[in-house]
C-alpha cells in the first residue's frame, strides 16, 4: 500500500471545491431580489398581463363589430369573423399558459417562504435546477472490510451533483446526475469513483390514462466485504447497471390498472490480484427482463387492496469457470395496502413469495418468502418516519450457484429540533441467501447523521456510520465504524 503524493490531493480538493462554490454564486435576477419582492414584482405582472388582454380584447372587439358592418356579402363576412375568432382563441391560449407559469413561480416562492432553508433552484424556462455540492472528511477503522487486517484511515469525499425537473400543469420530465470521487490518504487501492444518471419522463393520455417512461446509468465500486470480490485482489472492482423501464398507468373508476416491463443489464469489472494476475468477472456479467403487472381497487378514500405479480429471465453472458451457464427464470407474487390518509401516512407495504428455477436442472433454485413496502408517516411537523422493504436476486461467481435472494427491510426517523437543524438516524437489515452453495450472510447497518443549515445555500454535515457483517463464512466477518464531518452547498 503507497502512500500518494498529498500535493496533488490538496490541488485536486482545492479544484473541485472552487467548483462546488459556483453553485452558491447568486444567480443573474432571482438572487439580486429579496422573495418579497419578487412575489410582489409576480403579483403585478400578472395584473399588468390581464389589464393588458382586456384592452386586447376589447380592440379585437371593436374591430370585429367594424368588420361585419363594411363587409357587405355575407360569406366574406362569415370568413372575417370565423378569422377574428381563431385569433382571440390564440390570446385566450398564450395568457393561459403565461398565466400558469406566473402562478407556479409564485406558488413556488410562496412555499419557499414557508420553509426558508429549501432550496429554490434556478428556473430555466418551464425547468426548475437544483445543484449541490457536498466534500468532507471521513475516518473508518476498518478499510479493508477485514476481521483480520484491520486499518484505520481518513478519506476525502467529493460528491458534485444536479437535478432537473420539469414545472408543467401537465406530463412530466425529469433528469439527474451524481459523482462520487473518495481519496484515501494511505491506502490508495480502496479510493472510489462512482456515477450514476437518471431520466424519467411521463405523458398524460386524458384523465385516466399515464405512459412512463425512464432509463439510468450506475458505475459502482463494489464493497471489499462481497462474497464475490477475491481475497488477495489489489483493488475493488467496478460494477456497472444500465436499465431501461416503460410503464402504462390507466384508472377504471375504483380499479386502476399498471403494465410496466423492464431490461436490466450488469457489467462487472475484472480485478486486478496482489500476486500478480487477473481475476476474470466477466462470467457475472448478466442480463435481465422483467414484466410487472399490478391491479389496485380502492375500498375507501385513502385505502386500496393491491395485488402484484412479476416474472423474469436472466441470461449470464457466459459459463463460469467450472463451465456452467447460469442462466434461470422467476416469478414473485405479492399482495398488500396502498395508503394516502392526507399526507400523513402514504405509501405502500406488501408479502409474498419468489422464486428463481435455473436453467440447468442440475442446480439448486432459490426461493422465500419476501417482503416489500415504502411507507412514509408524517408523525408531525417536525418528524416523518419511513419504513422500507426490497428483495432483489443476484449473481454470482460461486461454484454450482445461480445466485442468491436478497431481503432488505429498514427504518428511518427524520426530526426538526429547529426549521434550520435536522437530525436523521436509521437502522437497515440485509439477509442474503446462495442457493446451492449452503452460505448465508447478514448486514447490520446503522447511520446517524445531522445537518446545521447556515441559509438556503449552505449547510454544515456530521455523521457516523456502523456496520456489522456476519456470515456462515465465519472468516468473512467484520465490524466497521465510520465518522464523517463535511460541508454541503446547494441551490
Known amino acids: 500500500m503507497a502512500i500518494r503524493p498529498r500535493v496533488s490531493q490538496i490541488l485536486g480538493v482545492i479544484i473541485l471545491a472552487l467548483?462546488?462554490?459556483?453553485?452558491?454564486?447568486?444567480?443573474?435576477v432571482l438572487a439580486q431580489d429579496s422573495a418579497e419582492d419578487i412575489l410582489l414584482n409576480a403579483d403585478r405582472d400578472r395584473r399588468d398581463d390581464l389589464d393588458g388582454e382586456e384592452n386586447e380584447d376589447g380592440d379585437e372587439r371593436d374591430r370585429r363589430s367594424s368588420a361585419d358592418e363594411n363587409i357587405g356579402l355575407a360569406g366574406r363576412g362569415l370568413d372575417a369573423?370565423?378569422?377574428?375568432?381563431?385569433?382571440a382563441t390564440d390570446l385566450d391560449a398564450d395568457s393561459l399558459l403565461e398565466n400558469e407559469l406566473a402562478d407556479s413561480e409564485f406558488n413556488r416562492l410562496n412555499q419557499a417562504e414557508i420553509d426558508p432553508y429549501?432550496?429554490?433552484?434556478?428556473?430555466?424556462?418551464?425547468?426548475?435546477?437544483?445543484?449541490?455540492?457536498?466534500?468532507d472528511r471521513r475516518h473508518s477503522d476498518n478499510v479493508f472490510e477485514s476481521s483480520t487486517i484491520k486499518r484505520s484511515d481518513w478519506s476525502t469525499r467529493l460528491t458534485p451533483s444536479f437535478e432537473l425537473r420539469s414545472d408543467w400543469?401537465?406530463?412530466?420530465?425529469?433528469?439527474?446526475?451524481?459523482?462520487?470521487?473518495?481519496?484515501?490518504?494511505?491506502f490508495s487501492s480502496e479510493d472510489e469513483e462512482n456515477n450514476a444518471a437518471t431520466l424519467s419522463g411521463r405523458i398524460d393520455i386524458g384523465r385516466r390514462?399515464?405512459?412512463?417512461?425512464?432509463?439510468?446509468?450506475?458505475?459502482?465500486?463494489e464493497s471489499r466485504g462481497d462474497i464475490n470480490v477475491p481475497n488477495n485482489a489489489a483493488q475493488r472492482p467496478t460494477e456497472i447497471t444500465k436499465d431501461a423501464a416503460l410503464q402504462a398507468n390507466h384508472v377504471f373508476n375504483r380499479l386502476s390498472v399498471t403494465l410496466r416491463g423492464q431490461l436490466t443489464e450488469e457489467e462487472f469489472g475484472d480485478v486486478s490480484l496482489i500476486d500478480g494476475g487477473t481475476f476474470d468477472n466477466a462470467a457475472r456479467d448478466n442480463t435481465e427482463r422483467e414484466l410487472t403487472g399490478r391491479l389496485t381497487y380502492e375500498l375507501i378514500p385513502g385505502v386500496a387492496i393491491f395485488a402484484e405479480?412479476?416474472?423474469?429471465?436472466?441470461?449470464l453472458a457466459r459459463a463460469n469457470a467450472n463451465g456452467l451457464k447460469l442462466d434461470s427464470n422467476g416469478w414473485a407474487a405479492l399482495g398488500g395496502f396502498s395508503l394516502d390518509f392526507g399526507g400523513i401516512v402514504i405509501g405502500d407495504i406488501a408479502a409474498g413469495f419468489a422464486q428463481q428455477t435455473?436453467?440447468?436442472?442440475?442446480?439448486?433454485?432459490?426461493?422465500g418468502a419476501i417482503l416489500a413496502?415504502?411507507?412514509?408517516?408524517a408523525m408531525s411537523p417536525l418528524t416523518n418516519i419511513n419504513f422500507n422493504a426490497a428483495f432483489n436476486i443476484e449473481t454470482t461467481t460461486l461454484a454450482n450457484s445461480i445466485g442468491s435472494l436478497v431481503q432488505t427491510v429498514g427504518v428511518e426517523v427524520e426530526h426538526a429540533f429547529r426549521t434550520n437543524m435536522v437530525l436523521t438516524a436509521g437502522v437497515a437489515y440485509e439477509m442474503e441467501d446462495f442457493a446451492s452453495a449452503n452460505l448465508e450472510e447478514k448486514t447490520l447497518e446503522v447511520a446517524v447523521e445531522g445537518e446545521y443549515r447556515l441559509n438556503r445555500m449552505v449547510g454544515l454535515v456530521a455523521g457516523y456510520e456502523f456496520t456489522d457483517f456476519s456470515s456462515t463464512s465465519n472468516s468473512n466477518d467484520y465490524q466497521a465504524n465510520l465518522f464523517l464531518l463535511g460541508l454541503r452547498l446547494r441551490r
Open 19 to 28: 467548483a462546488g462554490l459556483a453553485i452558491v454564486l447568486p444567480a443573474p
Open 81 to 87: 369573423e370565423i378569422e377574428l375568432n381563431d385569433r
Open 118 to 135: 429549501d432550496p429554490l433552484g434556478i428556473r430555466l424556462g418551464s425547468f426548475l435546477f437544483f445543484p449541490q455540492f457536498e466534500s
Open 169 to 186: 400543469s401537465r406530463h412530466e420530465l425529469a433528469g439527474g446526475f451524481e459523482y462520487e470521487k473518495v481519496i484515501y490518504d494511505d
Open 209 to 221: 390514462s399515464s405512459l412512463e417512461a425512464e432509463t439510468s446509468y450506475e458505475s459502482q465500486t
Open 309 to 315: 405479480g412479476s416474472g423474469n429471465e436472466i441470461e
Open 358 to 367: 435455473p436453467d440447468n436442472g442440475t442446480l439448486k433454485g432459490v426461493e
Open 373 to 377: 413496502a415504502n411507507v412514509i408517516w
